[in-house]
């Protein structure tokens, strides 16, 4: 698989990457991958001159060429892959990877033959998307008291289309969702990274819901210097 190395983050399933390329490598492997399965790879720097281990395999969908030769890619990310080991290095980099990456939980209850989360997971899940949708609003309601204002924020549709009342005791999706949520928050590039690693549902919502409670608390005391009471 072709790689596109990010230095400051990275991609995670169900997401959107739209990316602008000018230099001449990715534009020579965005030409290359037009003639396969249209498919690379984003892949996190890892500080230390390499690459990390874990990266999500986008799939270009749509390429604008402009008359100076850079080009505007809206990308899907479909999966994470894990890197094997590397190929190529020049012009762009190539890798072995490993695909299906499961998480350890969702694999252990899967084997187990009844395909369903456990009641504990289900009210995580729910709590997550709680936390979300009340930072949302929270950070649309002072959006609309400050001077400068500011775009109204909305759940993805990813999240919308994944939130736990859609997808009842499905795992996979169950994953997917936990991604979608993760690719909602502002957090730094080593958090979002340690969150496309973790192997395993239950901590990847765990670490979620940490994130959010925190954001959600500092929004909170934020709101309440609003002169409007917030209901």
Do not use: W
Not at 92 to 106: I, K
Not at 174 to 195: K, N, T, V, Y
Request: a negative charge; charged letters at 25%.
């Amino acid at each position: 698989m072709p790689l596109f190395p990010f230095d400051d983050g990275c991609a995670f399933p169900t997401g959107d990457c739209p990316l602008h390329l000018f230099m001449m490598p990715f534009r020579m492997m965005l030409n290359d991958v037009q003639q396969t399965d249209r498919m690379f790879g984003i892949v996190m720097s890892n500080g230390r001159g390499g690459l990390c281990e874990v990266g999500t395999a986008v799939e270009n969908v749509h390429r604008e060429l402009l008359p100076d030769g850079r080009q505007i890619l809206d990308n899907v990310c479909r999966q994470r892959f894990r890197i094997v080991r590397m190929l190529q290095e020049e012009p762009y980099m190539v890798a072995e990877v490993e695909y299906g990456l499961v998480d350890d939980d969702v694999a252990e209850i899967e084997a187990g033959g009844t395909g369903e989360l456990p009641d504990a997971l289900v009210a995580l899940e729910k709590e997550v998307f709680q936390c979300l949708s009340d930072v949302v609003n929270l950070t649309n309601l002072i959006g609309e008291h400050t001077s400068n204002g500011g775009p109204t924020v909305r759940l993805s549709d990813a999240v919308v289309n994944l939130q736990p009342a859609k997808h009842l005791f499905c795992l996979t999706v169950a994953s997917d969702f936990s991604f979608a949520c993760a690719d909602m928050i502002g957090a730094s590039a080593h958090l979002r990274q340690l969150l496309l690693e973790t192997n395993n549902l239950e901590l990847r919502l765990r670490r979620i819901r940490s994130a959010l409670k925190t954001a959600r608390d500092f929004l909170m005391k934020e709101a309440e210097k609003i002169e409007q009471p917030f209901n």
